[in-house]
């Protein structure tokens, strides 16, 4: 499965920014997509996910300003932003992960997309 992101950009801090994630198709019965990212000299973070059966989560410092959808005529999954900090500039990823047993974790996710540049201006 290839994926791919994009969407990143600069923006002004309050703002909002919506990025893509275009997937090619998965054949297994559960899986999910989620959105990561990583700050210059942090490591890499789970924000979101959806699976393919809609469920979604989202960790706490994004939960109220971010929504992750499923478009899958187009095999896309998309995260929209908004009320944007200047934290919150970061490489943005997404990653694919199997479902086993109903169980999933940040460490589920093994098959990764190239980024995309978020910056955000105070």
């Known amino acids: 499965v290839q994926l791919q992101a994009s969407g990143g950009g600069l923006v002004q801090a309050g703002g909002s920014l919506t990025l893509s994630c275009a997937h090619s198709?998965?054949?297994?019965?559960?899986?999910?997509i989620g959105w990561f990212r990583q700050a210059p000299g942090k490591g890499r973070e789970g924000l979101s996910y959806?699976?393919?059966?809609?469920?979604?989560y989202y960790v706490d410092s994004v939960k109220g300003r971010a929504t992750i959808s499923s478009d899958n005529a187009k095999n896309t999954i998309s995260i929209q932003m908004i009320g944007l900090k200047p934290e919150d500039t970061a490489v943005y990823y997404c990653?694919?992960?199997?479902?086993?047993?109903?169980?999933?974790?940040?460490?589920?996710?093994?098959?990764w997309g190239q980024g995309t540049l978020v910056t955000v201006s105070s």
């Open positions: 198709r998965v054949t297994w019965d559960d899986y999910a």
């Open positions: 959806i699976t393919n059966r809609g469920n979604r």
């Open positions: 990653a694919l992960a199997r479902i086993v047993d109903g169980s999933i974790a940040w460490s589920s996710f093994r098959t």
